[in-house]
């Protein structure tokens, strides 16, 4: 099974600062999932990337995949309270978008 | 949007009693639904994949007797922790993939078990 490293695995930043979350894989993905979870409840889905070199963006989130499909980054522009939480990369483990293997976590938190 | 619910949101059982927790797809049937467990501060690890009419397939690791999961229709999985003890303790979240090859898996609110 792939194994997923985030980092860092934890950052307290400044309301209004820019921050990026990195998730590493030791295979390439087939897929790779970016989620938010607040601790103790479910997860909501942020992106999914599956293309070498794709990038997407909803809000002031920004998501890619290198070219060589192993390595993510989640990058967070203007940061707000709204966006303090657990942030899990899964990835894709066999290529039909069902099963993920999740990677270790990032708590994000957002200082006034 | 597609929506999968839990039931219930948190339990608390004596050791050695069983606990059943439902995993619903709201609008949207569901062939297979995956279960996770996640400890405090700590990622979300697959359990197990429930499959609509037939055997659950377990991760290494996974007592499946311990874990009985049953998909006896497209829009529910239920996952009973039998003769719980408190080792058992977790948060339990199950997911869904929406119809049309969305891409999306759809996450439940999750189900915290406390087992005294």
């Known amino acids: 099974s792939q194994e997923l490293e985030q980092s860092p695995q934890s950052l307290i930043v400044q309301e209004g600062k820019n921050l990026t979350i990195n998730c590493t894989s030791s295979k390439t993905l087939y897929g790779l999932y970016w989620y938010k979870q607040k601790y103790g409840e479910g997860l909501i889905f942020l992106m999914m990337l599956q293309k070498g070199g794709e990038e997407k963006s909803h809000e002031k989130i920004t998501a890619k995949l290198d070219e060589k499909k192993q390595q993510s980054s989640l990058h967070i522009t203007a940061s707000q309270p709204s966006h303090a939480g657990i942030y899990l990369c899964g990835a894709d483990q066999a290529g039909g978008g069902n099963k993920l293997t999740f990677g270790t976590g990032t708590q994000l938190k957002v200082e006034l | ?116």
């Not at chain 2, 619903?24 to 690890?45: G, I, N, V």
């Not at chain 2, 197990?48 to 007797?65: P, R």
């Not at chain 2, 977790?90 to 439940?108: D, K, M, V, W």
């Not at chain 2, 609110?109 to 087992?115: C, D, Q």
Request: hydrophobic fraction near 35%; charged fraction near 20%.
């Open chain 2, 1 to 116: 949007g597609a929506v999968v619910s839990q039931h219930p949101s948190w339990v608390i059982c004596k050791s050695g009693t069983s606990v059943k927790i439902e995993c619903r797809s709201l609008d949207f049937q569901a062939t297979t639904m995956f279960w996770y467990r996640q400890f405090p501060k700590q990622s979300l690890m697959l359990m197990a994949t429930s499959n609509e009419g037939s055997k659950a397939t377990y991760e290494q690791g996974v007592e499946k007797d311990k874990f009985l999961i049953n998909h006896a229709s497209l829009t529910l999985s239920t996952l009973t922790v039998t003769s719980a003890h408190p080792e058992d303790s977790s948060f339990y979240i199950c997911s869904a993939r929406g119809r049309g090859n969305t891409g999306e898996l759809f996450f439940g609110e999750g189900s915290r078990l406390t087992v005294l």
